[in-house]
Structures are given as C-alpha cells and as structure tokens.
C-alpha cells in the first residue's frame, strides 16, 4: 500500500509537470503563437528564449509519457487492454510533443538563414518558416490535442470502472476529456470552443491533487489484488 501511495504522489506531480510545463511555454514562445508577422527575426534575435521553451517542451514531453509508464501496474490490474492503450496513447501524445520541438528547433535554423539571406532569397525562407509553423501547429493539435483527449477519455473509464478514486471525479474527467474531443474535431470545421477546455484541465489538476493527498482507492486495490490470486489459485 505504501508503495501505491508512492506511485500516486509521483503520477500528481507529473500530471501537474505536464500541465505546467505547456503553459510555461508561452512566456518564452508566446511571439509564436501569436504568429506576430516578423517572429523569423525574433527567433533569430532571441534564440537563448527560444531554447528555454524547447527544453520546457522535452519536461513536458517526458512528464506526459511518465504518467502511463508509472500508472500501468496499477491500471493492468483493473483492464489491461485499456492501460495499454492508455500507455499507447501517451507515447503518441509525447512523440507528437517532441516533433513539434524538432520543428521548433529547425525553426531557429531557418530563422539564421533568412536573417542572413538577401531580398531575393528571403522569401524562401520566409515560406519554409511558414510552413514549420503550420506543421508544428498540426502535430500539436493532432499530439497534445486529439489524442490527448482520447488518452484522458482511456484513463478515465478505467478509473470509473474501478474505483480507483471518486466516481464523480473520474466521471467528470470523462465528460471533459469526450468535451476536448469534440471541441477539436470542430476545430476542423471552422467552430472555435476552446473555452471548454477547462473542463479538463481543471478536473486535472483536481485529480493530480487527490492522488498527492489521498492516493488511490485501497479497498478497490486490495480486492483486485485478491480476485488476480483467486484467479491464480483456481
């Protein structure tokens, strides 16, 4: 049981970290998600800034493949085939995380180059920085985005199907994470509801604290961990 504690302590504080670290991201990057019309000059001018949000985005790229690899014992005992697909799931979301680093990173090459360029050259630089962009906006709204919201729809049916904790909370985590689905899938038809995503993001951080100060459900470890021996034993 105390190693249960452990684990749920560990797998709150990488919830957070994975939180955190995104948001953090925005005071080093925000110039690019604005998408200001000269952030190839601010990129080159501000490159030391721009490695600072890389290595926020490798923190969250770990934090978020940390979370399965830490939660799998304890979730293969309630459904196995779910904890592997949460497992799967967050590896995607963290490979799609740390591609769009790489772009970033090449991003700051393309920067140099087209600071550098002349007039007649500026111009390719200036659409294959573009393109970067574009294609770092696509991988993260398809990583961090769609297939963070199945992985969170993943978790959080196995944690209602369990118990693990509360029903209320891991219900409310299904709601948001089917809510943060939808909300992208609109996206693609033009319908921006981006404020519903709080509805995941607070349930959370309201999950990441249960598991630091309450932890996990025992009675409902405990009678897994004895139906698995009966199983065992029959």
Known sequence: MNSDKMTARIVGVLFITASAAPILTVLPLGFLIDKVPDYLTKVSANETQVMIGLLLELVWALAVFGVPVMLFPILKKQNEAGALGFLGLRFIEAVGTILGSIMLLALVTVSQEFVNAGAAEASYYQILGDFLLAARDATFMVGPGIIFALSAVVLNYILYQSQLVPRWLSGWGLIGGTTMFAVYILQLFGLNLEFLFVLI????????????????NSSAIASESYNITIDRDQ
């Open 201 to 216: 993001a607070v349930q959370e951080m309201a999950f990441a604290v249960w598991l630091i100060v309450k932890g996990f």
